[in-house]
């Protein structure tokens, strides 16, 4: 298969390369700064590198990157600086989903796609009756009002579960919702719940990224572990750190 992959450059998205390419799936990523990536990516005969910023492409580039994708992972986020959290674009995770999805749309494939979004525990699944406490509640409000990267993720998903749905013809989703990310080498055991387990806010877990990215590969290269998430918004921790 052949996955589309943005966000490739970030942390997250690195390793989910790797994670693609160790299972043996053709992978394409979109990168503004291609100088920045790892020099063995330049010379693998299974990675299709494009630069380009995502949402600088025309809807017609977009639709010819994802028509030969059996799926599209966004592991997209804005950069922990200023002009990342309160420069433009706000909407990068929500625009480039929607536009991503669109053109899924639009190719008219007889097969479906599948959605991989990397969300955050801070976002709730509005599907679902997942209470939180009224300090949690609070506290998501200011970060609704102070930090726009929460609201973009928010959207993000809510476009997902609201436009997109459960029953599209074109687009199968998954948004995965990582707590507490941390670095780690190898990939240990995990733990998959429908819904975050502890407070995002007052007690997070944690999780490392090539846990996430491990998730996230087995997604796509899985296709009972995908109907058994497809639709939903599961969370993921690391074991080690679940005391």
Not at 57 to 67: G, H, Y
Not at 127 to 156: M, T, W, Y
Request: proline share 4%; charged share 20%.
């Amino acid at each position: 298969m052949t996955v589309l992959v943005v966000g490739a450059s970030g942390e997250t998205g690195s390793k989910l390369v790797e994670q693609l390419l160790i299972k043996n799936h053709k992978v394409k990523v979109i990168v503004r700064s291609p100088e920045k990536l790892p020099v063995s990516w330049t010379t693998n005969a299974d990675l299709q590198i494009i630069t380009a910023s995502i949402l600088d492409l025309s809807d017609e580039e977009m639709r010819a990157l994802v028509k030969d994708s059996g799926a599209v992972a966004s592991c997209l986020g804005h950069n922990m600086t200023f002009k990342g959290l309160y420069g433009k674009p706000r909407r990068l995770v929500t625009d480039a989903t929607q536009r991503l999805c669109n053109a899924i749309q639009s190719n008219n494939s007889n097969s479906k796609t599948k959605f991989v979004l990397m969300n955050t525990t801070w976002n709730r699944n509005r599907d679902l009756n997942e209470p939180i406490s009224f300090g949690q509640k609070c506290v998501i409000g200011l970060l609704r009002l102070l930090l726009p990267p929460h609201v973009d993720n928010e959207k993000a998903a809510d476009y997902l579960r609201t436009q997109i749905g459960q029953n599209n013809s074109a687009v199968d989703w998954v948004a995965v919702r990582p707590d507490g990310l941390i670095n780690e080498d190898e990939v240990t055991e995990y733990e998959i719940h429908q819904s975050p387990t502890r407070s995002a806010i007052f007690n997070d877990g944690k999780v490392s990224r090539i846990n996430v990215a491990h998730f996230m590969a087995s997604l796509i290269n899985d296709d009972n572990l995908w109907r058994k998430w497809k639709g939903q918004m599961p969370v993921i921790y690391s074991k080690s750190y679940q005391a």
